[in-house]
Each structure stands twice: as C-alpha cells, then as structure tokens.
C-alpha cells in the first residue's frame, strides 16, 4: 500500500512540476544537467524531476509508476536509497560523458535504475519470488535496453542515452548496495 501512495506522489509531483514549467514558459528546464560545468553539478538531483514537455513526461510516467512500485515493495526506506544512488550515478555520469552543449533532464534515468534493480536484485539476495518478478520484468521491459546504446535513432531523437546507461548501471548497484543479504553481513559482523 504504502508503496503505491509513494510512486502515485511521486508521478503527481512530476506532473505538478511540468504544469508549473509550462505555465513559467519553460523557465524549470534551467535544472537540466549541462555537461562539465562545476555549476551544473546542483542540477543533479533536480534534473531527473525535470521533463522537457508532456510526451517526454508522458513517456516516463507508466514505466516510473510500474517499477518504481516493483521497487518500493521491499520497503520504502531502500526503495528511496535506491533511488538517491541511481539519481546521483545516472546525473554524474550525464555530467561527465553526455555532449558538450547538451542539456539532460527526465525520470528516465530513474526508469532505467530502476528496471536494473528490479531485474537483478532477487538472484542477488538470491529470493524466488524476486527472481521471478525480475525475469518477468526483463520479459515485458527488455527492449527497453536498447535506450543504453548510442544508436543512430537514440542520437537522431537527442535522447540522453548515457543518462539510460548510468542510470541501469546505478540501479545494478543499489541491488547489491541495499541487498538482504550484504545487510545480514553487517549485522552479523
């Protein structure tokens, strides 16, 4: 339940944000992460609450709302460490590697983590029922990988693929990062 509240919030904020952006004839686009630019390092974390317009928000909100609650049923509280590691790795690697002169915002870097979470985090905690949903999620998502790559059609539509990468990559991470059993080793160590 609680994770449903969480991610229906969090898309309704999204939402309330591109509505004050278009009313403010674009002006929030400002916190989209330019490349290589020490002041551009505070865009991080805003940028991914960012969309350039609605389709670009459209296009992110279904699969934001899917996993992001696949995500939050372990627990809220990991659900947003999850989260905080796959903004800032998905923002710094845009940072460090996307186009000069570019800018990058969007949910989609949170998107990518977050189907990497989902996918990977039940073999590492090693539980059934995760593996399962992490199979199926690769089964409904998996074309979904495709955005990690520079493809001629990925660059053509200027969709930040190195926010996809880092964000997937981020996501990989969190799984073990935030695993039941690397928390277990803690705690018995």
């Known amino acids: 339940m609680r994770a449903g509240v969480v991610m229906l919030a ?3 904020l999204l939402w309330v944000l591109e509505a004050v952006d278009q009313i403010r004839d674009n002006k929030l686009d400002t916190y989209a992460i330019s ?4 002041g551009e390092l505070r865009d991080v974390i805003p940028a991914s609450f960012m969309h350039f317009g609605w389709d670009h928000l459209s296009a992110n909100s279904v699969p934001l ?3 992001g609650f696949l995500a939050a049923m372990r627990g809220v509280t990991r659900f947003l460490g999850v989260v ?5 790795v998905s923002g710094l690697g845009v940072w460090l590697i996307a186009p000069a002169h570019s800018a990058t915002a969007g949910a989609s870097g949170v ?7 989902v996918v990977v985090r039940g073999f590492v905690d090693r539980r059934l029922s995760d593996v ?6 690769a089964f409904l998502y998996g074309s979904m990988l495709w955005g990690v790559l520079p493809t001629d059609e990925v660059v053509e539509q200027s969709i930040s693929w190195q926010g996809h990468l880092f964000g997937l990559l981020g996501g990989v991470l969190s799984a073990f990062y935030f695993s039941d059993r690397r ?7």
């Not at 905080?84 to 800032?88: C, G, H, M, P, T």
């Not at 399962?132 to 999620?137: A, F, H, I, K, Q």
């Not at 928390?183 to 160590?189: K, P, Q």
């Open 10 to 12: 969090w898309v309704a």
């Open 35 to 38: 490349p290589r630019e020490l």
């Open 65 to 67: 709302l899917v996993l």
């Open 84 to 88: 905080a590691v796959i903004v800032l």
């Open 111 to 117: 998107v990518f983590g977050l189907f990497g979470y």
């Open 132 to 137: 399962l949903m992490g199979v199926l999620v």
């Open 183 to 189: 928390r277990g080793a803690l705690r018995a160590g």
